[in-house]
């Protein structure tokens, strides 16, 4: 890392820039509240006039040291909508979450090639379908131009006139090098978060980067050690705003950036972007921007390790998406094949198509637990097998996943202009894409789906294949939360099958995936887009799991369930390899709308050259075995102490501690401390 | 037939190529003072606790009905409140734990399964089964070289790798730090030397017990009489060993140290000529 960026990393970590911040004051407030929630205007015009006021307001600020500007002042900016405006629409309308365009990966490599004039042509001479759009949009055009005039101005006051030259230049007419590129790729983010979309993309960083990368070597423009740097340099500007941005968790703001994979034309699409993005992530170790790996069968072993040096430094990341799996699904939901090749990320792990859809993957949350537990407890008496209560589970499932889908109507989405205008094809048909696009896919996450899995092996474990329980006793347990049969929740904590370790509740997860992918099969929504299942729980494992009763995983009412795709708490006596092969299940063709397999290994275990190609080894493992989705956690000092103060919940934690590794419940305090002080040490 | 095993990890890293299933065989018929698998010793099964996050309720002690020796009826198991008792020892049939190791094989690619312990070489048999049973992966063990030279000659045949532990190099202190003279072991260690099957030998590196010039001068002398020059790791002594006494209701009592900077020069400098390696 280079001297200036290492202090561009200090000033972002000591938040010198937050000096710079303001809220808005009363005066300005009863200034915009009326404009913005004015009700004779439509909702595009009010959208259009609030970006205008809002970027307005914004004033150019010159951080030192960085050559990527665009820095937001203003820390919160009204929406167009007061409360009750908005509980008014949902009487009518289905609104996710807020009711904004959120989660898309936008056309970035034509956009920064053409510039906005190159898009208000398009605007121009298309379809001209919505005249209001076209009209909002061209004045879209003519705001942001504005505003990336006003940071030109000020850059050339600085004493920069060819940067604020080039700013001018290429926001209109398009970028050619690395550095027009990045800045102008700055403003218009800034300017879609400013627009109140949210979860805004940074899309095949490594794709849209290279052509403005090769053109910068080739002129001596660039070498690899400078387009580093301008790298790490983009990477912080991520994070200057990122607290100002709407999310339900801190970090879960959707600027998630992909990387490797194949090209539409399904070529290897690695290039040498995808190894400086590797590199520059590890260096400036920022949350922001989450990067996303696509690995094949075919991945070399050394790209995996270069990834693995990223995954030892504590982020969570990279995040790794089998090609062999996800675009399958894709195709078999109706991607067409080149549009399935090039799919992105969205805000956590949702597989989206850049540039041509308007899918909201993330739509509702499928609760598998709860269906399986309710299942279990109306009809376990009546069923003798596990294909007799299967098909209970089967028509249940199918029954909630209908009445979910069929609340799906009057879809409200306030029109959004300017991320539209970034979009594929909007420019050219005169649509704005909360009309719809392409595609107008929704998805449900599954949540639940190892206790779900659980649960059922538990039942034909225990009492169908075994007699060791009988139904009367476990409905029993389930009633009174197992208070007067701790012996009941001991051998279903402990003696059930688990997906994850035994080959038959595997084999129940598996199923009830392919279930799930039934169940929302031949479902339409008002657009005529389908229903994606997946993986995922986003933070629905948690309201999922708050009303749940015992379950019969041996699971307590209220106990939490397990996040995403990964297995039980109580999970003992298996690994890695057991818990990677439990969740490679073949469903995950049908299931990919999103949602990794998790595996925690303590920091440790990164610790020499040797151990770090284990751990890529470990995740090659996984790709091959048919894993979707995967992300690994180095686990530090904050789990640790989860641990310590809760062992039941952290049984199969493993901390390296000596040339060895143990279960770090079983060590003695004072060890499990050292542990703990080391890895604190570790992560400073 | 059947063997006890006290746990089977799954990612082992430094236990041989590639990814790793390790298997801990119950019971060792040497007390190394250093041990930091004091679960492992014991070739019998036996309840462990671990010892954080008791809360102290006594449920545990309520429901005994034979305080004075266990008879393993799990009643402490099931009542406590924490889950923090378990017994360690699972009684395999070869079969079955060479069925469960090989489902691994479509992702251990270039790795295979390391027999470790406790000492490999006390279940023998057990130990010669699996390893057949195994053929079709890399398979490694680790000894400490204690046992019958007709098992350590049969296991060795079917062995793709060895560790195999050099502790000490006196007879005497050998006795003294472990429990047992280190003839058979030293006997045991040339016969590998000389068997052809890749291994590596493996030091724990103790201050004042194997870090001394005699000590690694006696080591550099039996490491000369290899054909070709021997692979040894050093694995630093850390006050981590008694991490795991409080768990099998042991305590560790001993107060070794680790080795200093100017230890691992002495090594270094002795044996030169070998490929030598250190590790925390």
């Given amino acids: ?684 | 037939m059947k063997g006890l095993i006290f746990s089977i990890e799954e990612f082992a890293l430094y236990d041989g190529p590639g990814i790793r299933v390790n298997v801990f065989f119950k019971g060792c018929p040497l007390r190394c003072r250093w041990c930091h698998n004091p679960e492992g010793l014991s070739p019998e099964k036996q309840i462990v606790r671990s010892p954080n996050g008791c809360i102290g309720c006594g449920a545990c002690r309520d429901v005994c009905e034979s305080p004075e020796s266990c008879v393993l009826c799990r009643k402490c198991i099931i009542t406590c409140p924490r889950g923090l008792i378990r017994v360690c020892g699972e009684e395999w049939d070869s079969e079955a734990l060479a069925k469960h190791i090989l489902k691994f094989s479509p992702i251990l690619s270039n790795g295979g399964v390391t027999f470790s312990g406790g000492e490999v070489l006390m279940q023998a048999d057990f130990l010669s089964e699996l390893l057949d049973r195994t053929a079709s992966l890399h398979r490694a063990i680790e000894t400490s070289g204690f046992g019958s030279t007709e098992a350590f000659e049969r296991v060795l045949s079917k062995t793709d790798l060895v560790y195999f532990d050099l502790k000490v190099m006196d007879g005497e202190k050998h006795k003294l730090y472990t429990g047992v003279d280190n003839a058979v072991i030293l006997k045991h260690a040339k016969m590998l030397m000389h068997s052809g099957v890749p291994y590596v030998f493996r030091v724990p590196f103790i201050k004042d017990v194997n870090t001394d010039e005699e000590n690694l001068q006696r080591l550099k002398a039996f490491l000369s009489e290899a054909p070709t020059p021997p692979t040894v790791e050093f694995l630093l002594y850390n006050k981590m060993a008694g991490a795991k006494y409080p768990l099998a209701g042991m305590a560790y009592t001993e107060h070794f140290e680790q080795p200093d900077e100017a230890d691992i020069e002495r090594a270094k400098r002795i044996l030169r000529a070998f490929n030598i390696s250190f590790r925390k």
């Fill in chain 1, 1 to 684: 890392m280079t001297e200036r960026i290492k202090k561009l990393k200090a000033a972002l970590e000591n938040r010198e820039h937050r000096v710079h911040r303001r809220k808005l004051t009363e005066e300005e407030l009863s200034v915009i509240l009326p404009q913005i929630r004015n009700r004779a205007l439509t909702y595009m015009e009010r959208h259009t006039l609030r970006l205008k006021l809002f970027l307005e307001l914004e004033q150019p600020v010159l951080l030192p040291g960085t050559e990527v500007y665009g820095l937001r002042t203003i820390e919160y900016f009204p929406d167009i909508y007061s409360e009750e405006e908005l509980e008014e629409i949902k009487k009518t309308h289905y609104v996710h979450e807020k009711g904004k365009v959120t989660n898309l990966s936008w056309a970035v490599e034509t956009v920064l090639t053409e510039g906005l004039e190159g898009r208000r042509a398009r605007l121009l001479n298309g379809a001209r379908a919505d005249e209001e759009f076209v009209r909002l949009a061209g004045e879209t055009i003519d705001i942001v131009e504005a505003f990336a005039d006003r940071y030109a101005a000020a850059i050339t006051e600085s004493g920069k006139p060819d940067a604020g030259e080039a700013l001018s230049r290429a926001v209109r007419f398009g970028a050619k090098t690395m550095a027009e590129a990045f800045q102008v790729f700055r403003i218009l983010h800034f300017a879609v978060w400013a627009s109140d979309c949210y979860h805004n993309t940074v899309g095949r960083f490594d794709q849209w980067l290279l052509p403005f990368y090769r053109h910068d070597l080739e002129n001596g423009i660039e070498t690899k050690e400078s387009a580093l740097e301008k790298i790490e340099d983009f990477f912080l500007s991520f994070n200057w705003d990122s607290d100002l941005y709407y999310s339900l968790a801190w970090g879960d703001n959707g600027q998630s950036l992909v990387l490797g994979g194949c090209l539409r034309d399904s070529t290897c699409a690695v290039n040498e972007i995808t190894e400086l993005a590797l590199i520059a992530a590890r260096e400036v170790r920022q949350i922001d921007p989450k990067i996303n790996l696509r690995v094949d069968k075919n991945t070399p072993i050394e790209l995996y390790e270069l990834a693995t040096e990223l995954t030892k430094i504590g982020l969570g990341f990279p995040q790794y998406a089998n090609d062999d799996v996800v675009i399958p699904c894709l195709e078999y939901w109706g991607y067409e094949p080149e549009d399935a090749r090039n799919y992105a990320i969205a805000a956590c792990w949702e597989f989206i198509v850049p540039e041509n859809a308007m899918d909201i993957p993330n739509i509702n949350g499928v609760p598998l637990a709860e269906i399986v537990h309710d299942v279990i407890e109306a009809h376990l008496m009546e069923c003798d097998t596990l294909e007799e209560l299967m098909a209970f589970v089967k028509d249940a499932l199918t029954k909630r996943a209908i009445d979910m889908a069929s609340v799906v109507k009057n879809l409200h989405l306030e029109p959004a202009p300017l991320l539209s205008l970034l979009m594929g094809t909007c420019a050219d048909e005169g649509k704005d894409i909360s009309a719809g696009a392409k595609y107008n896919n929704i998805g449900f996450h599954g949540t639940g789906l190892s206790s779900a899995a659980d649960q059922l092996a538990a039942v034909d474990s225990m009492i169908f294949r075994t007699g060791k329980i009988e139904k009367e006793r476990l409905l029993k347990g389930l009633s009174e939360n197992y208070q007067n049969d701790r012996e009941l929740r001991w051998m279903l904590r402990n003696e059930a099958d688990k997906m994850g370790r035994d080959e038959s509740a595997n084999e129940i997860g598996n199923r009830l995936l392919h279930i799930f992918a039934d169940a929302v099969e031949g479902l339409r929504n008002e657009r005529g887009g389908i229903v994606r299942a997946g993986t995922g729980s986003a933070m629905y494992y948690v309201w999922h799991s708050r009303d749940l009763p015992a379950t019969a995983d041996g699971r307590d009412a209220g106990e939490y369930l397990p996040a995403n795709f990964s297995p039980s708490l109580f999970l003992t006596k298996a690994g890695p390899l057991s818990a990677l092969l439990g969740f490679s299940s073949d469903a995950l063709k049908r299931t990919s709308n999103g949602g990794p397999m998790t595996l925690e290994l303590h920091d440790s275990v990164f610790k020499d050259e040797q151990s770090v190609s284990k751990v890529a080894q470990l995740v090659r493992a996984y790709i091959l075995a048919g894993g979707h989705q995967l992300q690994l956690n180095s686990v530090n000092a904050e789990k640790l102490r989860a641990a310590q103060l809760e062992p039941e919940k952290h049984q199969d934690l493993i901390v390296r501690v000596w040339g060895w590794s143990g279960h770090f419940v079983e060590l003695d305090r004072c060890y499990q401390d050292q542990v703990l002080s080391r890895v604190e040490y570790k992560e400073l």
